[in-house]
């Protein structure tokens, strides 16, 4: 699975627009890129997945570049509830290791009232 | 539809000793991964079953093995315990499919004494 790099951590005010950045610059064309998150001493919590379009569900959108080397999470207006670690992951789409989660360090967020 | 479950919440054990941790997958799901993840660490991939078969393996030494039952739930047995195996375990299910999301326990916190 391609590396991903992500700033170790941000903050947000609540109520704004939490845009959080992941590099991917090696992904490769069958790879998606996944988003969790991890609110402490929980297990991670799956957020969003995309190839190359974007996407957007009930918890934030993905913007994935043409060049599919980034993308940014969008959490549309946070609140205290999203402070958390959030991991971006590359992640095979079929073959040998296509199942497993490759976790980095994730960037901490911390929204701040 | 209940969500994924573990037991023991916490865990005590000496150098040396024997543990096995236990997972119980959401319902439909007939994949589990266990993962471990360290202080300040994002979880690190163990191993995943697929219908009571091992289908991946990371780059955990044999001492970590597994095991799956026919109603999908999950053993995680860790021999010879060492200091460093101190961690939380975590693990997760799925339905199988390479690109479906994987649901999260909140995981077993195992401290190595």
């Known amino acids: 699975d391609a590396k991903t790099t992500q700033p170790p951590s941000m903050d947000c005010a609540e109520g704004r627009a939490a845009n959080l950045p992941c590099n991917h610059s090696?992904?490769?064309?069958?790879?998606?890129v996944y988003w969790y998150r991890q609110i402490h001493s929980q297990g991670p919590q799956y957020i969003i997945h995309?190839?190359?379009n974007n996407e957007t569900n009930e918890m934030a959108s993905l913007i994935i570049t043409e060049d599919r080397k980034s993308s940014t999470l969008i959490l549309p207006h946070a609140t205290l509830r999203d402070t958390a670690v959030y991991y971006c992951?590359?992640?095979?789409?079929?073959?040998?290791?296509?199942?497993?989660?490759?976790f980095g360090k994730g960037t901490k967020l911390s929204v701040i009232p | 539809e209940t969500g994924v479950t573990q037991s023991p919440t916490h865990l005590i054990k000496t150098r040396g000793q024997q543990v096995t941790l236990r997972c119980s997958s959401q319902s439909g799901h007939n994949t589990v991964s266990w993962y471990q993840q360290a202080l300040g660490q994002g979880p690190q991939f163990i191993f995943q079953?697929?219908?009571?078969?091992?289908?991946g393996r990371g780059n955990f030494p044999p001492r970590f093995s597994g095991l799956q039952f026919p109603n999908y739930s999950s053993e995680l047995n860790v021999n010879a315990l060492e200091l460093d195996d101190s961690a939380l375990y975590l693990c997760?299910?799925?339905?199988?499919?390479?690109?479906?999301?994987?649901?999260f326990g909140p995981g077993t916190r195992l401290t190595v004494t």
């Open positions: 992951i590359a992640r095979r789409d079929s073959g040998a290791g296509s199942y497993q989660l490759t």
């Open positions: 079953y697929y219908r009571e078969e091992e289908n």
């Open positions: 090696t992904i490769s064309g069958n790879e998606y």
């Open positions: 995309g190839l190359k």
């Open positions: 997760a299910s799925s339905s199988g499919a390479p690109l479906y999301e994987q649901y």
